[in-house]
């Protein structure tokens, strides 16, 4: 059974809304219109890794845009049929795991594993984990009050490489 990284979440985050696909059983190119959560064979489960126990999801009726812990919409039939919201479990989300996997199965539909990746960081973040803060200058001036002969330092050395490299890019291999 393939499973596809889908899902990059900071450990520890709360009322996560996550999509999944349910392809109908018959033909996996079609998209499963109509699951319902109380339907005879629904389950959920998920699995951390270092955990020694799967732990079911009890799967609840949902609104778009709500979250509850097991919550289950369908998006829209007609223009995305298959698709489906889901709330995750905030004891799936969170810390002491880097990864967890979720299983959701229904009558006549087939849902691929859904893994999650559980990181220490916001992968949202555009400040801290985005190329933004490279160029911040309110850091660099802060850097340069705060530690002025190691900032003088590393601003050298930095300096130094960054010529050699515009050099190196700048310079035409000989004929």
Not at 46 to 66: C, S
Not at 88 to 93: H, I, N, R, V, Y
Not at 108 to 126: K, M, N, R, W
Request: charge should be negative; glycine fraction near 10%.
């Amino acid at each position: 059974m393939p499973i596809e990284h889908q899902h990059t979440v900071k450990a520890g985050s709360v009322s996560k809304l996550l999509l999944i696909f349910a392809a109908d059983a018959r033909d996996p190119t079609v998209g499963k219109r109509g699951v319902k959560y109380d339907a005879p064979g629904a389950v959920a489960a998920y699995f951390r890794e270092g955990e020694t126990a799967a732990h079911p999801v009890p799967l609840a009726p949902g609104r778009l845009g709500q979250w509850s812990p097991g919550s289950l919409t369908e998006v829209d039939a007609e223009l995305m049929p298959g698709v489906y919201q889901l709330g995750a479990p905030d004891e799936m989300l969170a810390r002491g795991s880097t990864r967890a996997l979720l299983l959701v199965r229904f009558p006549g539909a087939t849902v691929t594993p859904i893994e999650i990746s559980l990181v220490a960081y916001d992968p949202q973040d555009s400040e801290r984990i985005g190329v933004s803060s490279l160029a911040n200058a309110e850091r660099h001036q802060f850097l340069r009050r705060a530690m002025p002969r190691l900032t003088e330092m590393e601003l050298g050395l930095g300096a130094g490489v960054e010529g050699e490299l515009r050099r190196s890019l700048t310079a035409r291999p000989e004929d």
